[in-house]
């Protein structure tokens, strides 16, 4: 908690005032900051407490300013937990930008289509996901100030958020899935029999990250909401290798939609 204050604090200090929703953007998908009317920008590692990304994709800035006129926080890059860090390293962004005041969450990754009707370079909302990794950013002591000891997963992704993604996507005339997620440790790609195994239990999507995000919003009752950018087809019949340079010309390509999205979407809530 006292970490936690610490970088609030800081925050505050350098000009973040009363943000009404936070942004987390994924691998390859950091070019929403262009939209963005940017007030302030930090590097992670200028901020107290802050893990810094690892991820070549993956810039390291915390930027604030305001996004189809309300003011937002943005997390050029995200941690993840095969980068080393503890689940509750990977989340301590977003308890903090809670407790900066943000009201919504909204996040971004790139992630693997196991669900074959799904084509690489289209947007998945995110409705319900599978838990694979190896931990719980819960996990430890919990601080009644944040959240209950056991807090409900039942509308892990906000209802409300999902229903005005639908309508935007829809005007936009945006090819949008919707399917369950599910996270795995990494940073290996899967083989063909984890690929069968995925589809087996549920989801239509993999990837690395969002889930302890999701996780921790729901234990501080923010309400939240993810969009996958599908870069790789999952077949596990016809596996093809893939690169991270190729995931991320995907990425910047699909970007163009999720930008215009993810604006909409923001000037709605």
């Known amino acids: 908690m006292e970490n936690l204050m610490n970088t609030v604090e800081f925050l505050q200090s350098e000009g973040f ?29 200028k901020i107290p407490n802050f893990p810094v990304s690892t991820v070549e994709s993956h810039h390291g800035k915390l930027i604030y300013g305001k996004l189809s006129g309300k003011r937002i926080i943005a997390m050029q890059g995200r941690f993840h937990f095969y980068e080393g860090y503890s689940f509750q390293q990977v989340t301590f962004p977003i308890r903090v930008m809670k407790l900066l005041g943000i009201k919504f969450l909204l996040l971004s990754n790139a992630a693997g289509a196991i669900n074959l009707d799904f084509k690489k370079g289209s947007l998945m909302m995110i409705t319900d ?8 950013p ?13 807090p409900d997963m039942s509308k892990a992704y906000s209802p409300e958020i999902n229903k005005i993604i639908e309508q935007q996507a829809a005007k936009l005339k945006i090819k949008l899935n919707k399917g369950v997620y599910v996270a795995v440790a990494g940073p290996n790609l899967e083989t063909p029999a984890e690929y069968r195994f995925l589809k ?6 993999v990837g690395m990250s969002t889930v302890p995000e999701v996780i921790v919003a729901n234990h501080m009752s923010l309400p ?6 599908l870069t790789d087809e999952c077949d596990p019949d016809n596996l093809q290798e893939v690169s991270l340079q190729e995931i991320i010309e995907v990425a910047a390509k699909a970007e163009l939609d999720l930008i215009k999205l993810f604006k909409k979407i923001v000037a709605e809530l």
Do not use: Q
């Open 129 to 136: 996901h599978i838990n694979l990794l190896p931990g719980n």
């Open 200 to 205: 087996v239990i549920g989801a239509d999507a």
């Open 224 to 229: 939240c909401a993810a969009i996958s950018v």
């Open 17 to 45: 005032f009363n943000p009404e929703i936070g942004i987390v953007l994924g691998t390859g998908l950091g070019g929403l900051i262009n939209e963005i009317e940017v007030e302030k920008s930090v590097d992670y590692d």
């Open 138 to 150: 819960l996990t430890g002591e919990n601080f009644d100030e944040l959240g209950p000891r056991f």
